[in-house]
């Protein structure tokens, strides 16, 4: 029997803000144990929350980017349990009525090679909602210790229908959104400091079968790697379950992503019953047209839409234009040389080769580049003007990643200026064809290759400075051909 | 009025203070005697800090002599129950779970009293276990005693504010109130107790019981030191999501411009079964004055009265199983010594730290809430509770005031009543206030025969406690049992 797969996931991202959820204290990662804490933090007796409008205007910003709609009135309820890394032993979450419901997630799927776009596809969400990160358990050996910096972060819960229909589309699905939650700089969605985190509902079903399967959710799913191998291990794991006769049940597994394998941790009969209740300690927040029109106001262009204007509108090939819009910062230097008059072909030849190449092996970020949109413009104009060679203007360009010194600049210092100079030119096409009558003789003898030889030292010559193109034509006016 | 310092009104006391007839020092020591004159038999303290009272005092002096005063609380000695923090303070709940924990912060009223009213805080007052009861049995550490019969209880739950205040071991306190808690001991004491408005005194500080319900005000022995306490403490909190963002009235200088005649509402359900035939002879006795003062009386019926009882057990409780989490002997309070895991830590801590009426509450609570359950009870109540403050409301198209006695019965004895259900109906008078969200204050109103104080209830509209305290006060100018203090 033939299986597919149905998957929804889960994923909770923390939101940049300066303060927590709840309280005016800083928000942040690294800090010593204990640190980013005041009495709302701790749930010492009397502390009350208050909310942060920052992290609203977050998921509102994020709702209007992946067309959700947005709540006219959104509240607050607790999700009541306990445990040591929740301090008020209940979460304030939302449950009845979200920020956002709907919207969905344009993803891309792998093409045939890096050079090749993959199939577009729309991931529906069913709901976005606000509400705070717990605190850290650190287990010892006899004991465990909690660290509440992290309780009360500002987490957004991103849940979609179960649409998902293998790993490789959740891949893309965790990579799509976390490049537009960076672009809008809602959070850094660094997976390795817990700023994004993914729980996956998984189900298997006979192909044909419409009814969904027996699902089964996994946890601990700690990088975009993990979520896409903890997938398939799943995956294979259902199968094989249904294939031996035997029968999925829905319960909660913990994936280990170094070995790879994943156990049970807790039956559907062990589930929570959460008692949710809205929280009386907050007022319901009322959203309105000119607050979603001010967020809408700062939303970036969606990368997608971006893709599509530099492969349609500025005729870049797909391995440019993929490379450029996974980094809003990348993207935007892009199109401030281009502002500039750079070719926008040439200039993302030169970024996505040249650029992120030496900055990669120089271990510098893009902040950090002594070449800036301007020195890419002056330097795709002197290769288009025919003043540098493109040989030349690799040498150009490995001095002003080193110096930050303006393409002219570099050029006129080197004295790598191409010559044009007519009569340098004749002179030097000259003394080629005196010093090398055998090649002359094949040319006139139906060999047209063998200019080559002619040219490569006419190059000689000149120091690498002629003009290939003006060369070409002076050795062919004087061979006769 | 009494001469002696302890049993004097603030408006006296900050007449003499302004007239450097009387230092905050003196007025301290004098109050620091008193308590340790009658608080052993009373019981109303949970701690006090003589030395930190003395400090604050003096530095109430030097700011007078300076000419900074702050106004008519500076140097005026208030105790606060003990369920509100004060920074360096314990702060108990009259909980073992709490029974050793120092509050590092101050609560907002804690806060206004001592920066900007320059009060002396005095004292953590005994109460029910994290305001749970109406009698002050269910403090984990002792029972109060009411001042006018020590066999008595004082009401709660903030049984010790109403105590310590008639027992002139403090000029004025702050209690709070969820479902009658300052009111009720207000009337068995003998003292002027206010509920605000929910929403106009910040609860940031305040361990909350009911957040819904949950509301900070004074017992003062006069509605003009009422007004006084109230207007130091009211006003918007940017750390209390549900405090009102209003100007505050002058409430002192707005009691003597404000004058009736009023209208006012007799609701025909508070005076059924179950009223004692003292309070319902002094009550009457009250809506006589108003009636012959040019007052129009008009019956009114808050047709959802019966429901009140059920309604409030269901909300209150709901809230607090979840307010009464944190209390879980992982960051701080009690922890179970036996305990092996975290989840042992947890059950056991909560066994041995909470009274057992704190556990009834917490699992009724859960109950309520608990899947499967939580539409046919909480979201049923919270249906209930929106016709409850309808009821308020369309009455107060009628009038201006609603007059009712504060509680059925005056102070039984301690121990008399072990049933729960026979404690929650001592409550049944004011608890819908606590639904509607309303203001409302206990003046005393006479004594029973064997000389127990009989409180009056009025009730006001949202955020008129101006008018509400100026027809209070017209009522407290025509008689004097607040001038009576109990023989201890």
């Not at chain 1, 839409?305 to 500025?314: C, D, I």
């Not at chain 1, 301007?374 to 002197?382: E, Q, R, S």
């Not at chain 2, 009628?398 to 001592?426: H, Q």
């Amino acid at each position: 029997m033939n299986y597919e797969t149905v998957i929804g996931l889960e994923v909770h991202v923390q939101i940049k803000t300066a303060s927590k959820m709840f309280t005016r204290v800083a928000a942040g990662y690294g800090q010593p144990e204990n640190t980013l804490t005041n009495p709302v933090v701790l749930a010492l007796p009397g502390a009350l929350p208050v909310l942060n409008k920052a992290a609203i205007d977050a998921i509102i910003k994020t709702g209007l980017m992946l067309d959700c709609q947005i709540a006219h009135v959104t509240r607050w309820d607790r999700k009541n349990y306990f445990y040591p890394d929740s301090p008020k032993n209940y979460q304030i979450t939302q449950f009845e009525q979200p920020v956002c419901l709907g919207g969905a997630v344009e993803i891309e799927l792998p093409g045939a090679s890096l050079a090749v776009m993959g199939e577009h596809k729309s991931i529906p969400l069913t709901r976005i909602h606000l509400e705070e990160d717990v605190g850290k358990l650190n287990h010892g050996l006899t004991d465990s210790l909690v660290d509440y910096n992290r309780a009360g972060t500002p987490l957004m819960e991103i849940v979609t229908d179960p649409a998902i229909k293998s790993a490789d589309e959740a891949f893309a699905f965790l990579t799509s959104l976390r490049t537009s939650l960076v672009y809008a700089g809602i959070s850094d969605c660094d997976m390795e400091k817990g700023q994004m985190r993914c729980d996956a509902n998984i189900s298997i079903r006979p192909v044909g079968e419409t009814k969904l399967g027996t699902k089964v959710e996994l946890k601990n799913l700690n990088s975009i790697s993990y979520v896409r191998d903890g997938i398939l291990t799943e995956i294979k794991r259902q199968i094989n379950v249904a294939t031996s006769g035997g029968t999925i049940t829905q319960e909660t597994r913990l994936y280990d992503g170094e070995s790879g394998r994943s156990a049970s941790m807790r039956s559907k009969e062990m589930a929570h019953d959460y008692r949710y209740f809205p929280d009386p300690d907050l007022m319901p927040v009322r959203i309105d047209e000119p607050w979603k029109n001010r967020l809408r106001a700062e939303l970036p262009e969606r990368p997608f839409v971006k893709q599509r204007r530099f492969l349609e509108l500025l005729a870049l090939p797909y391995s440019s234009a993929s490379v450029l819009i996974r980094d809003r910062a990348l993207s935007d230097y892009f199109e401030s040389a281009v502002n500039l008059g750079a070719k926008p072909t040439l200039a993302a030849n030169w970024i996505v080769n040249d650029l992120l190449r030496d900055l990669a092996a120089a271990g510098q970020s893009l902040t950090e580049s002594k070449v800036t949109p301007a020195h890419i413009a002056g330097l795709v104009a002197l290769l288009d003007q025919g003043v540098v060679s493109s040989n030349q203007a690799k040498e150009v360009f490995s001095e002003m990643f080193k110096s930050g010194e303006q393409p002219a600049g570099v050029v006129d210092r080197k004295g790598l200026r191409q010559s044009t100079d007519s009569g340098q030119l004749e002179g030097w096409c000259d003394a080629a064809i005196a010093g090398d009558p055998r090649s002359v003789e094949q040319v006139k003898s139906g060999n047209p290759k063998a200019i080559n030889a002619l040219k490569g030292a006419v190059m000689k010559l000149s120091a690498g400075k002629a003009n290939p193109k003006l060369v070409d034509e002076i050795l062919k006016k004087r061979l006769g051909i | 009025m009494s001469s002696e310092l302890f049993y004097q009104t603030i408006s006296s006391l900050a007449a003499q203070l302004a007239a450097k007839k009387l230092t905050a020092v003196e007025l301290m020591q004098a109050v620091i005697a008193r308590t340790k004159a009658v608080d052993g038999r009373v019981q109303a303290f949970n701690s006090y800090d003589e030395a930190d009272a003395l400090a604050q005092a003096a530095a109430s002096d030097t700011r007078r002599a300076a000419g900074q005063a702050r106004g008519p609380l500076d140097g005026i000695p208030i105790g606060l129950k003990d369920v509100i923090a004060v920074a360096g303070q314990p702060l108990t709940a009259s909980s073992k779970m709490l029974a050793n924990f120092v509050s590092p912060y101050d609560a907002t009223v804690t806060r206004k009293l001592k920066e900007q009213a320059g009060a002396v805080v005095w004292g953590r007052l005994n109460c029910d276990e994290f305001a749970m009861g109406s009698s002050n049995e269910n403090s984990a550490f002792r029972p109060v005693s009411n001042p006018w019969d020590l066999t008595r209880v004082p009401g709660g739950s903030s049984g010790g504010s109403a105590a310590a205040l008639a027992a002139g071991a403090a000029i004025a306190t702050l209690g709070s109130d969820t479902g009658g808690s300052i009111r009720q001991p207000a009337a068995l004491c003998g003292t002027v107790g206010l509920k605000p408005t929910y929403g106009l005194i910040s609860r940031y500080g305040l361990i909350a019981f009911a957040s819904s319900l949950d509301q900070i005000g004074p017992f003062a022995r006069t509605v003009e030191d009422a007004a006084i306490v109230l207007g130091a403490i009211a006003g918007h909190d940017p750390l209390d999501s549900t405090s009102f963002n209003a100007p505050v009235p002058d409430y002192r200088s707005d009691l003597a411009a404000k004058k009736g005649p009023w209208k006012l509402g007799i609701p025909k359900e508070y005076f059924a079964e179950g009223l004692d035939p003292e309070v319902g002879a002094a009550v009457e006795a009250a809506i006589a004055y108003y009636k012959k003062q040019g007052c129009e009386i008009k019956e009114v019926s808050l047709t959802n009265t019966q429901s009140c009882l059920d309604t409030y057990y269901i909300i209150a409780t709901a809230e607090a199983s979840s307010n009464l989490a944190r209390y879980d002997g992982i960051r701080y309070g009690h922890r179970s010594k036996s305990a092996t895991d975290a989840i042992d830590i947890y059950a056991k801590s909560r066994a041995e730290g909470f009274g057992a009426e704190v556990k009834r509450r917490i699992i009724l609570g859960t109950y309520v809430l608990s899947s499967g359950y939580y539409d046919a009870y909480y979201l049923r109540a919270q249906k209930v509770r929106t016709l409850i403050r309808q009821d308020f409301l369309n009455a107060y198209k009628e009038v201006d005031a609603l007059l009712t006695p504060t509680s059925p019965i005056p102070a039984f004895k301690i121990g008399e009543k072990s049933d729960p259900l026979a404690l929650y109906l001592c409550d049944i008078y004011t608890i819908g206030v606590n639904l509607a969200g309303l203001p409302a204050m206990s003046v005393p109103c006479g004594f029973t025969k064997s000389g127990l104080p009989i409180g009056l209830q009025l009730i006001g509209q949202p955020f008129q406690e101006a008018n509400l305290m100026a027809i209070a006060r017209s009522y407290e100018q025509a008689h004097d049992w607040h001038s009576k203090h109990p023989v201890l």
